[in-house]
């Protein structure tokens, strides 16, 4: 069983920044395609970002230019840089784990809170 579990949210004012963490608990790590989703209150939950194992990315519209993932395979963990906050970032961010060519996200984790304030 696959472990994520995310860390590093928090309140931030509008324009700030923020890193999330995710840890991640078996060694396969490096064979799994990782991405960060978010979901704000009454909403869906959207794509953030993803990224492979030998890290190409993939980012939403709404993230790009100010998200950045990335991973540290020695370390099973994954990260998002997060820069130039907007009201609208707020939102649960979860972490989520899938086998490299598997067309669905098997792993989720609990899910950080982001608030951003103006």
């Known amino acids: 069983q696959v472990q994520l579990v995310e860390s590093g949210g928090g309140l931030v004012q509008a324009g700030g920044s923020l890193r999330l963490s995710c840890a991640v608990s078996r060694t396969i790590f490096g064979f799994y395609d990782m991405g960060w989703y978010h979901q704000a209150p009454g909403k869906q939950r959207e794509l953030v970002a993803t990224?492979?194992?030998?890290?190409?990315?993939n980012y939403a519209d709404s993230s790009k230019c100010r998200f950045t993932i990335s991973r540290d395979n020695a370390k099973n963990m994954v990260y998002l840089q997060m820069d130039s906050l907007k009201l609208e970032d707020t939102a649960v961010y979860y972490c989520a784990a899938k086998p490299r060519y598997s067309s669905s996200w098997h792993y989720w984790g609990q899910g950080t809170q982001v608030t951003v304030s103006s």
């Open positions: 990224i492979t194992p030998s890290g190409s990315t």
